[in-house]
């Protein structure tokens, strides 16, 4: 049973326009939210992350939006790169249960392609 | 980078036989964590720590086993591989979450494929 679903396997988008990654998760007791970043023959790279209390978090050109009623993040990535290239991965914890370690439930993940 | 090290980075074994991949971390983080990666599975978590000798179960354990003797090693076997069990592996640490200065975030290594015939 896939708690976190990234229901688009890819996504492609021209340079300089807005990309926007979406993902669902069913488990309501979640309080806490992340998007990695991949690059092929390399691990997962942070990016960024919202807490449940929140419904938006920016860092320069990533936003992350939380919607609690509909159970539903997404990353918007304004201006698009050729560099943001990659597998994006939502993921999902209940960090608070785990007395401060952080056991991540992953989406199945996102090709981003950016062409020029 | 976070310093963490995973070996062997390749591995091809025949099924049946041991393997043990090993994750070695020199950012004295409490949190360990072992993640496989799979097409159309994204990562899985197999097994955790919590600190020396301190290890729990996660969602896809079966047919792993773990062990924890030092703060910065984390050692994920598999006592007789499978060719279900061939995937790339990710070892990851974290410190604790404070909800303040630090994000919660887990640091992953670059992975370790493993290849069973």
């Known amino acids: 049973d896939q708690q976190v679903k990234q229901n688009s396997p890819s996504l492609s988008v021209q340079e300089g326009r807005i990309s926007i990654l979406n993902c669902d998760y069913t488990?309501?007791?979640?309080?806490?939210f992340l998007w990695y970043k991949k690059y092929p023959a390399e691990g997962p790279t942070f990016l960024i992350s919202?807490?449940?209390?929140?419904d938006k978090n920016e860092d320069g050109r990533f936003t992350v939006f939380l919607n609690k009623s509909a159970k539903h993040l997404s990353l918007h990535i304004v201006p698009s790169q050729p560099g943001d290239s990659a597998v994006y991965f939502c993921?999902?914890?209940?960090?608070?249960?785990?007395?401060?370690?952080?056991?991540?439930?992953f989406g199945t993940g996102t090709q981003l392609k950016v062409e020029l | 980078d976070a310093g963490i090290t995973q070996s062997p980075r390749h591995k091809v074994t025949e099924t049946g036989t041991p393997v043990t991949l090993r994750c070695h971390q020199t950012e004295n983080h409490r949190y360990m964590y072992w993640y496989r990666q799979d097409p159309g599975h994204g990562l899985r978590l197999i097994h955790y720590?919590?600190?020396?000798?301190?290890?729990d179960k996660g969602e896809v354990s079966d047919g792993y086993s773990v062990s924890r003797s030092k703060t910065e090693d984390f050692l994920l076997t598999l006592e007789s591989a499978t060719s279900s069990q061939t995937s790339v592996y990710f070892c990851?640490?974290?410190?604790?979450?404070?909800?303040?200065?630090?994000?919660?975030?887990?640091?992953f290594g670059e992975g370790s494929r493993l290849t069973v015939l």
């Open positions: 919202i807490s449940s209390i929140k």
């Open positions: 488990n309501s007791m979640f309080d806490y």
């Open positions: 990851a640490i974290s410190e604790s979450y404070s909800g303040g200065r630090n994000t919660g975030e887990l640091f």
């Open positions: 993921a999902a914890s209940r960090v608070w249960l785990t007395g401060g370690g952080n056991k991540l439930t």
């Open positions: 720590s919590y600190g020396v000798k301190d290890t």
